[in-house]
């Protein structure tokens, strides 16, 4: 390896040398003490990476050199430290890594060179669904169901296991893999042997989940990206990315009586959305970040997809070094945090130089309220006391064509509960009457039918957890619970979570509201809340019934939490609770009551919130290191159902005819050879689609229909529709995925009037079909498809199914508005061209319907920036100029392969063949 500034360096922590790029040295030549702290780990990973090819001296000074107004423009390559994976987008990585050990060889190569370089990590997370609910063997009972539905997927994960090197699986039943990457994976400062010595550097890395960013509370650099350059990188690949842009967000103050920090995250998402910060990176700051514990950062850090950023980050200082304490490092560890940070400039405190940004964002924290986010969009905070006229301002276009019921304000109650005051009788439906587990009541509008507190966001933060079982404790003492109608669920991010709220009494609380532990991943917000029950489903659909979830998630898109739930609210853990006793969103729980309690008197939210002094004094004796470490100390050894799967031998797995793990067609047929970038001729367009079109709306999710694409073939191979299991569980298989690309139920294709679901336009016949026939249709005819979207496109969970689903449906090109990063990354990296129309320009204002052939031509191998597209329809010719996002000469580069994973593929078979 090169060093052309001659940064090596030993550093010695407790006797031990660790050799280290030091960016001391290179700041006696450079000014660097400037440069915000994510740039200086960015600028430690060029230093240690030099070698005059992927990483030269010229990329260290634009680094170094850092203009923070300048637009990006200046690629560099970037190699994590280390890749974490849950299973749903972790599968098909290693169903691709085992797919290339059958091509690399085919190629004249070695299994064996398949093989992660970098460590990679994988969290069964995804899989658990709440089926049982309500009970104390809910548990237990979903997780036999979890791996009776995936036997052959956790089969193949441990034959995975123990074919890759460098490769670990946590076995379900652990926890949710970002909070088990923040207590337990993490390590801040890494360390590696290579030729001999010792090397000590920053804990960066990149995750399959968008989430990832949560680690980034914990100071360590990290993002989501694609599987397909997940996989790239632990072949040995460093990444290409534009130097960013810097956010600084500046934090003071502190948070006020009865504020949690999900409403604080609620808030910096709001605010950094309106800003804009798509492809940036947001560095936290100030005096606030003394008064904010690192579970509250780690909430902060989680969110930054929805607030769109590539990640947001918070320093090193003493308050990480009381975490990494706190949840069982070792004083070894500890102590190369703290003597690397300061050693490197990477350490924070009072005495920290200020950082140039590309621009600034205050916040002082005693101005952050009560909020919720809803109904559909993570960015749509309301405040508490608004909740009740945002639900009446998004049923009204719900409801529009319907009459009200004028006799449906009457609120019926189960035991515990009583008439909600407030309850607004003009706007809502009343459903017919259901009779269920004993209990007799109405559904209407507005009615809370799933409550979950879940997700890594929230469950990682003992502060709203333990808030949340003390505010469920006073309910309960005054003989409150959750309405009868409600799905209650938790569904602790890790083992210390349940250990905790055993320690503190409150999970038993917990339990007599109705909130019952129901698994340990992340349920309802992936959207594997399960079934509603039969007959709370009769009800909604016989009363076409608006119902609400609220859940403790970080995303709350159309169609993700439930089918059947039409709004979703994101909240706090006590808020969560505070809606499953109240039941429904047409009440105001700033003054209205949540219910009667068993003394006759209306029982209000402000009586049973806890204070912050009750949190922080239960907190002080609640967690400890000795939970951290008893929970983790065999975190990969799984309990006996996950050592008792079979699963095969060998480096080289032996395929069989499952409709869960299938060989991908995606090196079929190939060669040594590399192709060109062609003009495309003759495209017709697959769909045309609005604003925010999500990954959600993308990618194949939640559960199969039996009378779709998916479900057919599934009932084709012998598959009886109660083992479907979901999309996700599936992910392993094309076949399947292929089928349910494009095909979510809230998808709205502009080329056909009004019509939700996927289908589209077969315009040679003029019939209206599912995506996939339609595709099937053209790829028949040798027909080439483009997709037509608007604004802000591909954003959502950070799914490669998104962009291979597209692939496979024969789709050549995206023209969008707007594209979500990783989402454009993982196009380009499975050979689908993005395209951007010009500003001000889309597909209305060009008057394209869809029905038209398009020609894209002057792409000039991936060399020319634009590209002319010629459209021919009934209206006539007409031309416009598109925006070809190719954006670096390694993404050109990858495309002529026809992708990231066959170029890596050509790579490793041509050094064999050497």
Not at 203 to 212: E, I, L
Not at 558 to 563: D, Q, S
Not at 713 to 739: A, C, T
Not at 852 to 862: R, V, Y
């Amino acid at each position: 390896m090169l060093d052309s500034f001659a940064t090596r360096d030993t550093l010695n922590v407790n006797g031990s040398p660790y050799q280290i790029a030091s960016l001391t040295k290179l700041g006696k030549q450079l000014d660097i003490k400037r440069l915000p702290y994510s740039m200086k780990i960015l600028l430690e990973n060029l230093l240690r990476h030099e070698d005059g090819v992927n990483v030269t001296k010229k990329e260290i000074e634009a680094v170094a050199k850092w203009d923070a107004k300048a637009e990006p423009d200046t690629e560099i390559s970037f190699m994590p430290a280390r890749v974490v994976l849950q299973d749903f987008t972790g599968v098909p990585c290693v169903v691709d890594l085992a797919a290339m050990r059958d091509a690399v060889v085919k190629l004249g190569g070695d299994a064996k060179q398949i093989n992660p370089l970098a460590p990679a990590e994988l969290v069964i997370d995804h899989s658990v669904q709440v089926d049982v609910y309500g009970s104390a063997s809910a548990l237990e009972q979903n997780v036999d169901i979890e791996f009776q539905r995936n036997q052959e997927r956790y089969s193949f994960l441990r034959w995975g296991q123990k074919a890759f090197n460098n490769f670990k699986v946590v076995p379900p039943r652990t926890g949710i893999v970002h909070q088990v990457n923040l207590e337990h994976l993490a390590r801040v400062v890494f360390t590696h042997e290579k030729n001999g010595a010792a090397w000590a550097y920053p804990d960066t890395v990149f995750g399959t989940d968008s989430h990832t960013t949560m680690i980034n509370g914990l100071g360590v650099l990290g993002w989501g990206v694609g599987g397909i350059e997940a996989e790239a990188a632990m072949l040995g690949q460093p990444s290409s990315m534009l130097i960013p842009q810097v956010v600084g967000f500046k934090l003071s103050g502190k948070l006020s009586e009865g504020v949690t920090a999900t409403d604080l995250v609620l808030t910096v998402t709001q605010m950094l959305r309106k800003l804009g910060v798509v492809g940036k990176f947001v560095e936290f700051f100030g005096d606030g970040l003394k008064h904010l514990p690192l579970a509250d950062r780690a909430t902060i850090a989680n969110m930054a997809p929805e607030y769109g950023a590539t990640c947001g980050i918070f320093p090193i200082d003493q308050e990480a070094l009381n975490y990494l304490h706190l949840s069982g490092r070792s004083k070894a560890q500890i102590q190369l945090v703290e003597t690397y940070a300061k050693a490197q400039g990477l350490w924070h405190d009072e005495h920290t130089p200020p950082a140039e940004f590309s621009t600034t964002l205050e916040l002082n924290l005693a101005e952050v309220k009560p909020s919720l986010a809803g109904p559909k969009r993570p960015q749509d905070r309301v405040l508490l006391e608004d909740v009740k006229k945002s639900f009446h301002a998004s049923l009204e276009g719900l409801t529009a064509s319907r009459k009200a019921d004028p006799s449906h304000h009457a609120r019926f109650a189960g035991e515990g509960g009583g008439t909600a005051v407030g309850h607004d009788a003009s706007a809502c439906a009343k459903g017919p009457r259901v009779q269920w587990n004993g209990e007799d009541f109405h559904l209407e509008d507005g009615s809370v039918v799933i409550a979950a507190i879940t997700s890594c966001t929230n469950t990682s933060n003992p502060a709203v957890m333990l808030g949340a079982g003390l505010l469920a404790k006073k309910a309960a003492a005054k003989g409150l619970k959750a309405k009868p109608w409600v799905k209650a669920s938790i569904g602790p991010g890790s083992l210390v979570v349940t250990d905790y709220l055993k320690k503190t009494g409150l999970l038993p609380e917990l339990e007599k509201t109705g909130f019952y532990v129901v698994g340990y991943g992340c349920t309802t917000c992936i959207g594997n809340s399960g079934p509603l029950p039969q007959e709370i489903s009769k009800g909604i659909a016989e009363g076409d019934l608006a119902v609400a979830s609220v859940l403790s998630g970080n995303r709350n898109f159309e169609g993700r939490v439930h089918p059947e739930v039409k709004m979703n609210y994101l909240a706090s853990p006590p808020l969560v609770v505070a809606y499953a006793l109240a039941g429904s969103l047409d009440v105001d729980l700033s003054k209205d009551a949540l219910g009667t309690g068993s003394d006759g008197e209306p029982v209000y939210l402000k009586d049973i919130w806890p204070s912050n002094k009750e949190i922080s004094d239960l907190m002080a004796n609640a967690v400890n290191p000795e939970m951290f470490a008893h929970n983790y100390a065999d975190v990969f050894k799984g309990d006996s159902r996950w050592n008792a799967i079979d699963s095969p031998e060998g480096s080289v797995y032996r395929w069989t005819d499952s409709t869960y793990i299938k060989n991908p067609p995606y090196f079929d047929g190939m060669t040594m050879t590399t192709g060109k970038i062609e003009d495309i001729h003759g495209a017709r367009a697959l769909g045309v689609f609005g604003d925010s079109i999500t990954t959600d709306h993308i990618s194949p999710a939640g559960s199969i229909k039996k009378d779709s694409p998916a479900g057919r073939f599934l009932i084709g191979k012998g598959v009886e529709p109660k083992d479907f299991n979901s999309y996700g569980s599936r992910r392993g298989n094309d076949d399947v995925m292929v089928r349910g690309t494009f095909a979510n139920i809230r998808i709205k294709n502009l080329m056909l009037d009004g019509v939700e679901g996927g289908y589209t336009l077969h315009v040679p016949s003029g019939e209206q079909m599912a995506i996939y026939d339609a595709a099937m249709k053209y790829k028949a005819d040798n027909t080439p498809l483009i997709v037509i979207a608007g604004k802000e496109y591909g954003t959502g969970s950070s799914r490669d199914w998104a962009a291979k689903g597209t692939l496979l449906l024969g789709v050549k090109a995206v023209i969008a508005e707007s594209f979500e990063r990783i989402h454009r990354s993982n196009l380009v990296g499975m050979g689908v061209l993005p395209l951007q129309f010009k500003d001000g320009e889309n597909a209305k204002s060009l008057g394209l319907t869809g029905k038209e052939t398009f020609e894209i031509t002057g792409l000039k191998d991936g060399e020319s920036k634009e590209a002319t597209v010629v459209v021919k329809g009934e209206g006539g010719e007409k031309t416009f100029t598109v925006k070809v996002l190719l954006l670096t000469p390694k993404e050109r580069e990858f495309f002529r392969h026809g992708g990231i994973l066959q170029y890596v593929l050509r790579q490793l078979a041509s050094k064999k063949a050497a």
